[in-house]
């Protein structure tokens, strides 16, 4: 099944179901997409219209780029499933020999390292989404300044959930350095997003009144 192409109720049932899949990176690929589509929309509503012609060009670029996070972040949706179903399949490999242990703990780990390295990229391109919402706070139409300030906080949203499933698949790492590196590349991303999110809202609300 691919969450991408599911319905919002079917998605939002099987996520409350006792299945472990999906779970919550596959919900912050969706609040990114989501953050992503609403600048999207705020771009292709600057488009047209003669009070915002100085910046069409830029608006229709921005909805371009905008798009094109969208469809990577659903797709990601799937991804992030597909690698922990990868995860909880090494935990029910066998492991009564020295032999099938080796097997398991080296499947669980190139297994972790999967899903860590999914929501991690659940992280990118939700951070890329935050330029692209400043852009349309910004500059585009002011009828739909909040709308580009909710995508801020969608993408900013999305990224602090994908976070958190980097850090546990992170946390069952033998590779430390490796764990490292991963999670202080989603620290980052983290604190510039913070940063750009509040640097939005301040548009946002400045432009609202």
């Known amino acids: 099944m691919s969450y991408a192409t599911a319905t919002v109720a079917d998605f939002a049932a099987r996520l409350a179901s006792k299945e472990s899949t999906p779970g919550g990176g596959a919900a912050a690929g969706l609040v990114g997409a989501l953050g992503a589509a609403l600048a999207a929309m705020v771009a292709n509503l600057t488009v047209g219209k003669a009070k915002y012609a100085a910046v069409e060009g830029e608006m229709r670029e921005v909805g371009v780029h905008a798009e094109a996070l969208r469809g990577e972040l659903?797709?990601?949706?799937?991804?992030?499933?597909?690698?922990?179903d990868r995860v909880?399949?090494?935990?029910?490999?066998?492991?009564?020999?020295?032999?099938?242990?080796?097997?398991?703990?080296?499947?669980?780990?190139?297994?972790?390292?999967?899903?860590?390295?999914?929501?991690l990229a659940?992280?990118?391109?939700?951070?890329?989404?935050?330029?692209?919402?400043?852009?349309?706070?910004?500059?585009?139409?002011?009828?739909?300044?909040?709308?580009?300030?909710?995508?801020?906080?969608?993408?900013?949203?999305?990224?602090?959930?994908?976070?958190?499933?980097?850090?546990?698949?992170?946390?069952?790492?033998?590779?430390?350095?490796?764990a490292e590196l991963l999670w202080a590349e989603g620290q980052w991303l983290e604190q510039q997003v913070v940063v750009n999110r509040e640097a939005v809202l301040q548009i946002v609300y400045g432009r609202l009144g």
Not at 74 to 84: C, G, I, K, V, Y
Not at 101 to 113: I, P, S, V
């Open 74 to 84: 659903l797709a990601l949706m799937d991804r992030d499933t597909e690698a922990f």
């Open 88 to 119: 909880m399949a090494c935990y029910r490999m066998a492991k009564g020999t020295a032999a099938e242990q080796a097997a398991r703990d080296a499947a669980l780990q190139a297994a972790l390292a999967a899903a860590a390295e999914a929501a």
């Open 122 to 178: 659940i992280c990118r391109a939700c951070a890329k989404v935050l330029p692209l919402a400043q852009g349309v706070a910004e500059r585009g139409n002011s009828m739909l300044v909040s709308d580009a300030g909710c995508a801020a906080a969608f993408a900013e949203a999305g990224l602090a959930a994908a976070l958190l499933t980097v850090r546990i698949n992170c946390n069952g790492l033998t590779d430390r350095s490796r």
